[in-house]
């Protein structure tokens, strides 16, 4: 019996590679939510002082 390829079986290198290296631009120009920001509006849920979605440069 053949086995069906899986969808993580095709790899497109190239495709990855410009994926992170958008990826890393974005991170270099402040374009991303600090981990800390993502904390404080998840604990935050739930309280009567729910923080709205952090965004880009929180």
Same mark, same amino acid.
């Given at each position: 019996?053949?086995?069906?390829? &899986?969808?993580?079986?095709?790899?497109? !290198? =190239?495709?990855? /590679?410009?994926?992170?290296?958008?990826?890393?631009?974005?991170?270099? &120009?402040?374009?991303?939510?600090?981990? !800390? =920001?993502?904390? /404080?509006?998840?604990?935050?849920?739930?309280?009567?002082?729910?923080?709205?979605?952090?965004?880009?440069?929180?």
């Amino acid at each position: 019996m053949k086995l069906e390829p &899986a969808i993580f079986d095709d790899l497109d !290198e =190239a495709g990855d /590679a410009a994926a992170i290296a958008e990826a890393r631009a974005e991170i270099a &120009a402040g374009q991303f939510v600090s981990n !800390e =920001a993502v904390e /404080a509006w998840l604990l935050s849920w739930g309280t009567p002082n729910k923080l709205p979605p952090p965004r880009a440069g929180d």
